[in-house]
């Protein structure tokens, strides 16, 4: 799923050589690389509507990581958070995981391992994309729904026939298969199975 030309991954350190040597190495492997000596520097420039992942150093002035993680977090922002520490302790590594990052890496770091972690982060946050965009396709198609078709909607999701939700709605069922028919045109979907799918994305509830 990885597309390193369209992804980028944001490394932030306050030690200037480290940052120089992460980046360094990241770039080597093809990735296309953001680094920031600050989380003032890093805010300044992210765009959370790029792919990656952030590679984020533990303890800086300023701002921690702990605290630019709670502050993105709050901000909506989902992008894979690796962390780098010189000095892990137990509950810092608890507190960053729960939090959502995806690992915690000690310093000196082991390439190999870090490597990995940044193309799982991609990955992680293009698949999320992914989701996301299915979601709102799907929400857009269900808004074009008037409001008697998304009640035969939710009732065929109830895994009614037609003549139970033409007896629910008081219509004729003749009438219940033209909306049916016109809804699944509309959702641009051929089956029930489909329709379901396309139901979950867009979180309508069953009748």
């Known amino acids: 799923m990885m597309d390193m030309s369209t992804t980028i991954v944001h490394v932030v350190d306050d030690d ?30 992210y765009d959370p509507g790029v792919p990656g992942c952030i590679v984020l150093d533990l303890a800086m002035p300023e701002m921690d990581g702990l605290q630019l993680q709670a502050l993105l977090e709050q901000q909506g922002v989902t992008h894979p958070v690796i962390f780098l520490t010189g000095c892990a302790d137990i509950q810092s590594t608890v ?17 190999d391992a870090l490597l990995e972690a940044v193309r799982r982060g991609i ?15 799907a929400s857009a198609l269900v808004l074009t729904l008037t409001p008697r078709e998304r009640e035969v909607l939710r009732h065929v999701l109830s895994g009614r026939l037609n003549k139970q939700i033409a007896a629910e709605l008081g219509i004729v069922e003749k009438t219940i298969k033209v909306h049916r028919s016109r809804m699944m045109q509309k959702l641009r979907v051929r089956s029930v199975p489909e329709l379901v799918r396309l139901a979950e994305r867009a979180e309508v509830t069953p009748a």
């Open 95 to 111: 507190r960053a995981m729960k939090a959502g990052a995806i690992d915690f890496l000690t310093k000196p770091v082991d390439i």
């Open 123 to 137: 990955d992680l946050d293009m698949e999320a994309r992914l989701q996301r965009d299915g979601r709102c396709e």
């Open 16 to 45: 200037a050589s480290v940052l120089k040597a992460l980046t360094r190495v990241l770039s080597t492997e093809g990735f296309s690389v953001s680094p920031s000596q600050s989380t003032r520097e890093f805010l300044d420039r």
